[in-house]
Every structure is written in C-alpha cells, then in structure tokens.
C-alpha cells in the first residue's frame, strides 16, 4: 500500500508534503517504477536516477503553467505520476495506454512532444520567446542529460539562448550516462565535477575565513580572478557562464532540499540559467545502480527470451567477423553501441569501433570522411534516429556516391516504444535518393550475406533490419555476396504474386499457405532490395498472374510499393491490378509489435484475407475480364 502515492492526485499535493513524507513519496515512487517496468518493459534505470529531481521540479513550480520540458523523455515515469495518472501507470507503454515518453496528446502537463536527444532547450526557448511577447511571467523548465550535451542541436540552443538572455531554466541532469557511459569531451569535463564535489564547500570556507582578516575584502577581490583562471581551465562552470547562462552547482540531485533551494534560486533569476544536478542512475535499487546500462531499458516481462539470437547481435557478430578479416572496415555508433550489440566488439577494436554519442549527423558525415580516404565506414543506428541526419545522407554521403553501409536497425514496427521511435520512413526518405542503394534481408542469414554485400557496392548501401528475435534459420558459415538488386521466388503460383520485403517476407510466405486452404495458389517473391528494383523479375511475375499484392513494414507514402507501380507505370503494365499493404498516412502508436503487425493486416492472418479480398473484389469488378486496377 503506497500511503503516501495514493494521496497524489496533482503536483499541488506534492507541494503539501513535509520532508519526512517526501523521502517516503520517493521510497513509493520507486518501488512502484521497480514493479511496473519489470511488468511492462520500459526506461527504468533512468527514472530511479530522476526521482528526487522530479519530485523537486513539481514543488517548485506550477505545471501546467510553468512548462516542463523533458529532454528525450524516457525519465518522465515520475512526472507521469505526479500529474493525474498515478491510476493509468499500470497501461504504461500499452496500446491505447499511457506512452513511455511525453506526449501533448496525453496531458497539459507534458509541454512537448519528444522522443529524440537534444530538443529540449530549443523547444524551451521557443515557449519562452512566447511568454515574453505575451508579456507573461511564467518559468519555462528543460531537463536534458548529460547524454544529450553530445548533440549538436543543444549547442546551437544553448548559444541562441545565451545570445538573447532571456529567462530561461535548464537542468542538467548529470550521472555520467547516456545509455551507457556518455562519450566525449564534455563528459569528460563534467566527470571533474562529479569527482571534486568539494570544490564549492572549499570556495564557501575560504570566503567566510578571508572576510575577517585584514584586506580580507581584496584578497577576496585577488584570489575570485585567480579562482576564475583556474575554474576555467579544471571546471566546466565557465563554458555556460561564456555562453550567457549562470551557472548554479553541482547540486545533489538525491538530496530534495538542496534541489528546491537551488531550483527557487533559478526560478527568481532573470537571466539564463544552468542548473547542474548530479544523480546516480538507478538510484535506489542496487542492481540497477550495479548494472545501469543493462537496467536502462527491459523488455516485457511477457516478452519470450528464447534462444534464437536477435537480428542486432546477428549483425554484430557478423561486423566482428567482417572487422578481423578487412582491416579497412571501421564501425560507427551513435550512443547506441549497446543497442547494436557492439560492446564485446568495441573492447576487441577499439580503435576501429566509433561511438560518437547522440551524434546523428556528425556519425554520417564522419563516415563520409573516412570512406574518401579508402576506409569502408559501416554506420549502426536505429532507423528512427537516421531521419536526423537527412542532409547529411544526400549530401555529404549520395551526392559524391560514397560507400557508406547503412545498418539500419529497428527498422519497421519496433513496438511499445511508440510513435517516436517507430522505423516506417527509411524506405521512403532514403529512396528518393540517388546512388543509394536499399535492401532487407528476409531472415538473419540473409542479413549476413547482405552486409558482406556491402563491403563490396562501391555505392552508399542502407540494410534495414527489424527489432527483435530472428526466424531461427541456420546460420551458414560462409557469406555469400548477392547479385545488388536481385528478388527472388519463395514460392511459384498462379493466381496472385505476393512481394514482400524484409520482414513482411517470411508472413508472406505463411498468408500462401493459408490462402492454399482456400484454393487461392498465391507466388510469393522476396523483394530484397527496394532499390535498384528487379525489374526483370517483378514484370514477369506480375505479367504472369496480373494480380500483385505488395507488402511492406513501411508508410505506403514513396515505399516499396510506391516504387513497385512507378516500375509498372513506365512499363506500361495497364492490365495488372494492384494492392500494397503497409503504413497509412499516420504515426504508429505503441503497442506489442505482434498487435500493431495484426492491426496494420501486415501478419500472415492479415496478408491472406487482404489478397482474398483483392481476388474478390477483382473478380466482382471485371467478371473475370482484365482492366487497370489499383486498390
């Protein structure tokens, strides 16, 4: 029984509690995360490091009014919470429940819509822009991770913001990770706060000592431009206060008295703020503070483990075997080496495996540098997050025809992290792209041979993998380079050809099956590579049966299938209907990806009363005469 929790119906009750009830509400607020992320699945490394800030933020301030912004948003399970949906908490990342990230859709409290790195202080800035041509007087908060400073959108906020000093609140969120242990400079930087946190009781002790002796006042004077030097050479305080912002910190951010007062103090200020607060992640519960990257994300609890290995460690340990025998390959990773399953790889090459953090467009054009010097540059990152560094791709990448390998995981529907993080685009930005070569392998031996492929394009190659378990083929020793833009028959039939593409192939296959015990004799061919298309082959299955159904995991806007008609367009193929099966016009929500597949009719069920109502609907139309259809 949470007797604490169950009276928080709003952050006006937060703001009641005395201290000793707050360290109970932070006590229940964890054992609930614990026990609800464990179930669901979910960020919960994060959001036991953010608890006392959070609970801090809605005692300070006044949401919805004041705006919140949270940076990613995969820490926002308290603030969740504390906002009218304690009673929800338990549809977490559950279709047609609560999302894992805020949405505006979902609550007044949630100031903005995220799900990627680095947007909070521009999203920020912007509302307070507003509030002061409005001529308001409301605070506009964004808490963004240490993670997140490798972006460089949040530099280019941080220098707007500075410039016009307008009144702003950041807080830094600062334990030292991002999924794992965030990379670069800057955290190098901010690892010297974490590890001289006496530096500002020295600072305070020396000023109240000085203050009675003699002079005291100009040794004061003396010894504040000495510390200056020195602070900007072995503390980042002065970076911030170069760019505009005053800095407040380091402050323990698990100590929820020291966070309120340096929080008012940043709430009355009238200038730029930084306020930078040190946490532990998992904070609370001991394997996560242990192990926080494996605690940063779980899977549902309901979720099978099985023993079949998943398309990201096939990929991996195809780039391992793929490193040893080439010693030009050379891998990049954007904050994502775990997701990858790159880690155990990074500590055999390490000077061959490139993390650069949440570094999308940096990663590509980094990847364009090393691929003109005779290096092949193989980039790994998620589908969703390859959409930020579209320029990067056309220009830095296409434009000069490089070979860049895309390994694009978390391609299709991922599942419950939802609509920000689903990968239903990549086929559609990344066809309209000349000399970009785009394929997905039907199954985990297929991705092996497809990336071996690569090594070898002399063009940027994208390969578009899903999230998750494999089909459980055996995997075959050697690799096998593949004909670039070559299909394949699965499956022969008469009266309809199903193409399929990546992971719709193998449900594909299934629907036929189905469809045989309704008489239907359904082709099924292996699209695999979107671009360039097997036009020979798609002619000749489509001329032989006259009925195509294309299935993609992808929007139908521009995809596979799009490309699919464009082909039968300039072939002037006019007798042959069609049907494509993918992604609406819409963003995809969270849910189980089994559900979403089945709600989309992109799962072998789906697939077999889609083509049998096509052959229907086809027969009803023509009598059994042929025209022009597109349905």
């Not at 808490?143 to 702003?168: F, K, P, Q, S, W």
């Not at 980042?236 to 505009?244: I, R, V, Y």
């Not at 997050?385 to 990448?397: G, I, K, P, S």
């Not at 004799?521 to 036009?535: E, H, I, Q, S, Y």
Request: charge should be neutral; aromatic fraction near 6%; charged fraction near 20%.
């Amino acid at each position: 029984m949470s007797k604490i929790l169950d009276k928080i119906n709003a952050p006006s009750d937060v703001k009641e509690l005395n201290r000793d009830e707050l360290g109970e509400l932070c006590s229940e607020l964890r054992e609930l995360l614990v026990s609800r992320v464990s179930e669901n699945g979910g960020h919960l490394a994060s959001n036991l490091g953010a608890v006392e800030l959070t609970v801090a933020l809605h005692r300070v301030f006044d949401s919805p009014k004041d705006k919140i912004i949270w940076d990613v948003g995969h820490q926002s399970y308290v603030h969740k919470l504390l906002t009218g949906r304690r009673e929800q908490f338990s549809s977490l990342r559950q279709y047609q429940g609560l999302s894992g990230f805020p949405d505006r859709d979902e609550s007044l409290h949630d100031a903005f819509t995220t799900g990627h790195g680095g947007t909070s202080i521009s999203a920020a800035l912007g509302m307070a822009l507003t509030r002061d041509l409005a001529l308001g007087k409301q605070h506009v908060v964004a808490v963004i991770g240490d993670g997140c400073l490798t972006c460089g959108m949040t530099y280019e906020a941080l220098n707007h913001a500075g410039h016009l000093g307008t009144r702003l609140i950041v807080v830094l969120n600062d334990n030292g990770m991002s999924i794992s242990a965030t990379v670069g400079a800057i955290a190098k930087r901010l690892n010297v706060v974490r590890t001289t946190r006496g530096y500002i009781r020295a600072k305070k002790q020396t000023n109240r000592l000085l203050a009675f002796l003699p002079g005291g006042k100009r040794l004061q004077w003396a010894l504040r431009r000495l510390r200056e030097g020195l602070k900007a050479v072995v503390m980042p305080t002065m970076m911030w206060e170069q760019l505009g912002f005053t800095y407040l910190g380091p402050i323990d951010g698990h100590n929820t008295a020291e966070l309120e007062a340096a929080l008012t103090q940043a709430r009355d200020y009238y200038k730029p703020v930084i306020v930078h607060v040190l946490t532990t992640k998992g904070k609370g519960y001991k394997l996560a503070e242990d192990n926080p990257t494996y605690f940063h994300g779980l899977s549902p609890k309901s979720e099978n483990s099985g023993t079949v290995p998943t398309y990201s460690q096939i990929f991996a340990r195809t780039v391992g075997g793929l490193l040893r025998d080439n010693p030009k390959v050379v891998v990049i990773s954007a904050a994502m080496v775990e997701g990858n399953s790159l880690s155990s790889l990074v500590k055999e090459f390490p000077q061959r495996i490139y993390d650069v953090g949440i570094s999308e467009q940096h990663a590509v054009t980094l990847a364009a540098g090393l691929a003109t010097e005779g290096f092949i540059p193989v980039v790994a990152i998620y589908s969703t997050f390859l959409q930020r560094a579209f320029d990067q791709v056309l220009h830095d990448v296409c434009l000069p025809d490089l070979p860049v390998v895309f390994a694009l995981d978390r391609s299709g529907i991922v599942g419950e992290d939802g609509k920000t993080h689903q990968g239903i685009f990549d086929l559609s930005y990344l066809n309209l792209m000349p000399n970009m070569i785009i394929c997905a392998p039907k199954d985990e031996n297929e991705l092996q041979d497809l990336l071996y492929t690569a090594l070898t394009a002399g063009h940027p190659m994208a390969i578009r993998y899903p999230r998750g378990r494999g089909t459980g083929v055996p995997l075959a020793t050697e690799l096998q380079q593949l004909p670039i833009g070559n299909a394949e028959i699965m499956k022969k039939g008469e009266d309809i050809v199903i193409i399929g593409i990546g992971s719709t192939v193998m449900p594909s296959l299934e629907a036929a099956e189905h469809l045989a015990l309704g008489g239907i004799d359904a082709m099924v061919v292996n699209g695999r590579f979107a671009k360039p298309l097997d036009t020979g082959l798609i002619l000749d299955v489509a001329n032989h049966t006259k009925k195509v159904v294309i299935v993609e995991e992808n929007v139908l806007s521009g995809g596979f299938g799009a490309a699919v008609l464009e082909l039968l367009e300039k072939a002037e193929a006019s007798d042959i209907k069609v049907k494509r099966l993918g992604i609406p016009d819409e963003f995809v929500t969270h849910g189980k990806q089994d559900f979403l597949r089945s709600h989309y009719h992109l799962d072998a069920l789906g697939i077999a009363k889609e083509c049998s109502d096509f052959l229907a609907r086809v027969q009803t139309k023509t009598g059994g005469e042929s025209h022009t259809t597109i349905l």
